[in-house]
């Protein structure tokens, strides 16, 4: 089995890590794509001696399992790209956020009959081994393809099949909560040091803190309400505290965050849909390979509140191989 990657950002960079900390695969059977040979995750990749290509083809030639790490908008032009090179040993694994199967399936069917496409979530905790994933299976995907795909992303933490409907919140929740808990993790901190404590200290602390607040949650049957109680003594030091996090509306915030990268995730879909990108909206170095792109143009045109985009269209009509 050989392993590609669209897209050679902190996602692939990360998922790389973990599969070969887990043995699942090696490097030299990994091929990764970028428009920018200069970035950290690039170099990253290389010293790992994963394959590097400039060439979204190449990276679909040389694999069977191929996993689309590109921003949520640039999937439809990768795919009108990349459409004509799928072959039926091909497993198509979208980890774009808010960009369903079926928008994918739509595109492929242009171009090859059936093709197999599964969707996942995870989350940057992949690279060390503790990630969360879900993934659901696209309408010619088989049962072994479904197998294959959790066998590789639960060597790099947990995953399981979920209905592609609940992937968005999965989205809001785990796919986006490493930020939440660092954003968390960095305010502590901020208290300790506040507090007297040096700075490198504090952050091992809290680190530490919510890393074995994390593990006896999993491994107890107890609700995470009742482990709070345990903690808290009458009249003490955390329940006091509490207070404070409570009188902030912290449950809400968290609560609120969760709901805002859903509702973003399904944002990026449509956006997807439109085939529209933004001049701001991705780096120019990726925006001048896909305007390469043989039978691509450019114009400006009005979106519906007004304001003005980048619209990219293809003008190749639909290809679709035969067998023979």
């Given at each position: 089995?050989?392993?590609?990657?669209?897209?050679?950002?902190?996602?692939?960079?990360?998922?790389?890590?973990?599969?070969?900390?887990?043995?699942?695969?090696?490097?030299?059977?990994?091929?990764?794509?970028?428009?920018d040979?200069?970035?950290?995750?690039?170099?990253?990749?290389?010293?790992?001696?994963?394959?590097?290509?400039?060439?979204?083809k190449?990276?679909?030639?040389?694999?069977?399992?191929?996993?689309?790490?590109?921003?949520?908008?640039?999937?439809?032009?990768?795919?009108?790209?990349?459409?004509?090179?799928?072959?039926?040993?091909?497993?198509?694994?979208?980890?774009?956020?808010?960009?369903?199967?079926?928008?994918?399936?739509?595109?492929?069917?242009?171009?090859?009959?059936?093709?197999?496409?599964?969707?996942?979530?995870?989350?940057?905790?992949?690279?060390?081994?503790?990630?969360?994933?879900?993934?659901?299976?696209?309408?010619?995907?088989?049962?072994?393809?479904g197998?294959?795909?959790?066998?590789?992303?639960?060597?790099?933490?947990?995953?399981?099949?979920?209905?592609?409907?609940?992937?968005?919140?999965?989205?809001?929740?785990?796919?986006?909560?490493?930020?939440?808990?660092?954003?968390?993790?960095?305010?502590?901190?901020?208290?300790?040091?506040?507090?007297?404590?040096?700075?490198?200290?504090?952050?091992?602390?809290?680190?530490?803190?919510?890393?074995?607040?994390?593990?006896?949650?999993?491994?107890?049957?107890?609700?995470?309400?009742?482990?709070?109680?345990?903690?808290?003594?009458?009249?003490?030091?955390t329940?006091?505290?509490?207070?404070?996090?409570?009188?902030?509306?912290?449950?809400?915030?968290?609560?609120?965050?969760?709901?805002?990268?859903?509702?973003?995730?399904?944002?990026?879909?449509?956006?997807?849909?439109?085939?529209?990108?933004?001049?701001?909206?991705?780096?120019?170095?990726?925006?001048d390979?896909?305007?390469?792109?043989?039978g691509?143009?450019?114009?400006?045109?009005?979106?519906?509140?007004?304001?003005?985009?980048?619209s990219?269209?293809?003008?190749?009509?639909?290809?679709?191989?035969?067998?023979?």
């Open positions: 089995m050989s392993v590609g990657f669209i897209g050679a950002g902190q996602l692939a960079h990360a998922l790389v890590k973990g599969f070969t900390a887990a043995g699942v695969i090696a490097t030299h059977r990994i091929t990764a794509s970028s428009p040979s200069e970035l950290s995750t690039v170099s990253g990749l290389r010293k790992m001696g994963v394959n590097l290509t400039s060439s979204n190449e990276v679909v030639h040389k694999s069977d399992v191929l996993f689309l790490a590109v921003k949520p908008h640039i999937i439809p032009f990768v795919l009108d790209e990349i459409g004509p090179d799928i072959e039926d040993r091909h497993l198509i694994v979208s980890c774009a956020a808010g960009v369903t199967i079926s928008s994918i399936e739509k595109k492929l069917l242009q171009y090859r009959q059936a093709p197999k496409v599964m969707r996942c979530m995870t989350n940057t905790p992949v690279v060390v081994r503790e990630g969360a994933t879900v993934y659901a299976t696209g309408t010619h995907a088989l049962v072994e393809d197998k294959l795909l959790e066998q590789l992303m639960a060597s790099v933490g947990f995953c399981t099949e979920v209905e592609e409907d609940l992937i968005d919140a999965v989205t809001g929740l785990s796919g986006s909560g490493p930020a939440y808990a660092f954003t968390a993790l960095d305010a502590l901190a901020d208290g300790g040091v506040k507090m007297g404590l040096p700075r490198r200290l504090a952050v091992r602390l809290g680190a530490q803190a919510l890393l074995g607040a994390a593990k006896m949650l999993l491994d107890s049957d107890e609700h995470p309400g009742q482990l709070k109680d345990n903690v808290c003594s009458p009249g003490g030091a329940i006091h505290a509490l207070h404070v996090m409570e009188s902030g509306g912290f449950r809400s915030l968290l609560i609120n965050a969760v709901e805002a990268s859903c509702i973003r995730t399904r944002e990026l879909q449509f956006l997807a849909d439109q085939e529209r990108i933004s001049p701001a909206a991705i780096k120019k170095t990726t925006l390979k896909v305007l390469q792109q043989p691509i143009t450019v114009s400006g045109v009005a979106n519906g509140n007004g304001r003005s985009g980048l990219l269209f293809n003008n190749r009509g639909p290809n679709i191989k035969k067998k023979n």
